[in-house]
């Protein structure tokens, strides 16, 4: 069974930065493109970023174009995001996900990660 882990998540000062981890083993990394999404509550699940298996290409929302940067290492299956200014609307649980189409349904998801944003 395909399993996606992150990492990194916890409370942080507004303005403050976090990386998220997202790692695997059982999945043939290099052939999946990776994304990430979050979830705030009592609202729909938000794609963040995406990035293509090769790393050639890349995807942000524009709500954290600029501020959040996702990234891969192929060689050690994992996926980053590396999140700078963080605002307390940034506050949600981060989920990994893993895919070969369409981003409306992702084929792998991980457990998600909380991240708290205080002001």
């Known amino acids: 069974q395909v399993q996606l882990v992150e990492s990194g998540g916890g409370v942080v000062q507004a303005g403050g930065s976090l990386r998220l981890s997202c790692a695997t083993s059982?999945?043939?990394?290099?052939?999946?493109?990776m994304g990430w999404f979050r979830q705030a509550p009592g609202k729909e699940r938000e794609l963040l970023a995406t990035?293509?298996?090769?790393?050639?290409?890349?995807y942000y929302a524009d709500s954290v174009k600029g501020r959040f940067t996702i990234s891969r290492d192929n060689d050690n299956n994992t996926v980053y995001l590396q999140m700078n200014s963080l605002k307390p609307e940034d506050t949600a649980v981060y989920y990994c996900?893993?895919?070969?189409?369409?981003?409306?349904?992702?084929?792998?998801w991980g457990q998600g990660t909380r991240v708290t944003v205080s002001s």
């Open positions: 996900a893993a895919n070969r189409g369409s981003w409306a349904h992702p084929e792998y």
């Open positions: 059982e999945l043939t990394f290099s052939r999946y493109n």
């Open positions: 990035i293509r298996w090769s790393g050639s290409s890349t």
